[in-house]
């Protein structure tokens, strides 16, 4: 970006600074790898535009694609799923997302328009790509502050490699927080299923 075209976009900001618009301060998100939470903001849509943002690790880099998360923000109910492909913004979508809407439709009695869902990897991800632990460092604090905004009463996450790596997290301690099978799992074994059965009915019953 050449020193005149920096000066143009400076005052056409100015401009629109002038007109009532707010921008929110920069956050350095090379302190989310060290675990010392960045200020980010109490409100989803300036955290979203945040994660949008975001190319603190290589995922972010090098991937435009982002789900920030699906639903009603204020839901008593809290997903929280691994990480979007390309074909899957969409929870509902795919075997497994016909899975996940009957848990919630036939089992929880909630719509799926009354949950709230979101990803710990914010970031979708190529199946041919190994997700490495540095994404989730990075990602884990926008997680954190989508679940102290949110406040739900309870969290349903899935019992996956990448949950089980933040699980010990402060966030969840003193929490409805149910692990359960992931309707992708469960495709491929079905005979868990009834396990998962009798987690959603004891779900359902603090609801």
């Known amino acids: 970006m050449t020193k005149k075209i920096k000066q143009k976009l400076i005052r056409h900001l100015n401009l629109l600074k002038s007109m009532g618009y707010e921008y929110h301060k920069p956050i350095d998100l090379?302190?989310?790898?060290?675990?010392?939470?960045?200020?980010?903001?109490?409100?989803?849509?300036?955290l979203k535009t945040i994660?949008?943002?975001?190319?603190?690790?290589?995922?972010?880099?090098?991937?435009?694609n982002r789900f920030f998360s699906y639903g009603n923000i204020?839901?008593?109910?809290?997903?929280?799923?691994d990480y979007a492909?390309?074909?899957t913004f969409n929870p509902f979508n795919g075997l497994s997302g016909k899975m996940l809407k009957d848990m919630c439709t036939n089992v929880l009695k909630i719509n799926t328009d009354d949950i709230y869902y979101t990803n710990i990897i914010k970031c979708s991800i190529p199946?041919?790509?190994?997700?490495?632990?540095?994404?989730?460092?990075y990602c884990k604090d926008f997680l954190i502050k989508q679940i102290s905004i949110i406040n739900p009463m309870v969290i349903v996450a899935f019992d996956t490699d990448t949950f089980k790596y933040?699980?010990?997290?402060?966030?969840?301690?003193?929490?409805?927080?149910?692990?359960?099978?992931?309707?992708?799992?469960?495709?491929?074994?079905?005979?868990?299923k009834k396990k998962t059965l009798e987690d959603l009915n004891k779900i359902k019953s603090i609801l």
Not at 30 to 46: F, G, M, R
Not at 51 to 64: E, H, I, M, R
Not at 74 to 81: A, E, P, T, V
Not at 173 to 186: C, M
């Open 85 to 87: 492909t390309l074909d």
């Open 30 to 46: 090379k302190l989310l790898k060290d675990n010392k939470l960045a200020i980010l903001p109490d409100n989803l849509s300036e």
């Open 127 to 137: 199946s041919t790509i190994n997700l490495h632990n540095d994404s989730i460092n």
């Open 74 to 81: 204020d839901s008593k109910i809290m997903f929280i799923g």
């Open 51 to 64: 994660v949008d943002s975001c190319n603190a690790c290589q995922l972010g880099k090098y991937n435009k």
């Open 166 to 192: 933040i699980k010990t997290l402060d966030i969840f301690l003193n929490k409805n927080i149910f692990v359960i099978y992931s309707p992708i799992f469960l495709l491929r074994n079905p005979s868990y």
